[in-house]
Nanobody
């Protein structure tokens, strides 16, 4: 079973940036997982923010294109989400997901709050 631990969230002003990290443990095959970042705001459904395949292909939600960048470091079993030009509507709990062969694993999430 894969364990995922997110970090890097916090309180930031509009226009600010953060770098979220998700470290995976208990796996020697991190490199073949499709990794994704999701977010859930209060009262809303969880939504996909960004995803990166084992081959490095990425896709993003329209609302974050050009502002967020997902990347991975397979040597460190870690996936990152660089979030720039943050807006109040980006406020949410950001969670990491690892998917392989129909099985998915989730981290606990990290809170991102965008407020002046």
């Amino acid at each position: 079973q894969v364990q995922l631990v997110e970090s890097g969230g916090g309180l930031v002003q509009p226009g600010g940036s953060l770098r979220l990290s998700c470290a995976a443990s208990a796996t020697s095959i991190f490199s073949i997982y499709t990794m994704g970042w999701y977010r859930q705001a209060p009262g809303k459904q969880r939504e996909l923010v960004a995803r990166i395949t084992r081959g490095g292909s990425t896709n993003y939600a329209d609302s974050v294109k050009g502002r967020f960048t997902i990347s991975r470091d397979n040597t460190k079993n870690t996936v990152f989400l660089q979030v720039n030009s943050l807006k109040p509507e980006d406020t949410a709990v950001y969670s990491c997901n690892a998917e392989l062969g129909g099985l998915g694993y989730w981290g606990q999430g990290t809170q991102v709050t965008v407020s002046s």
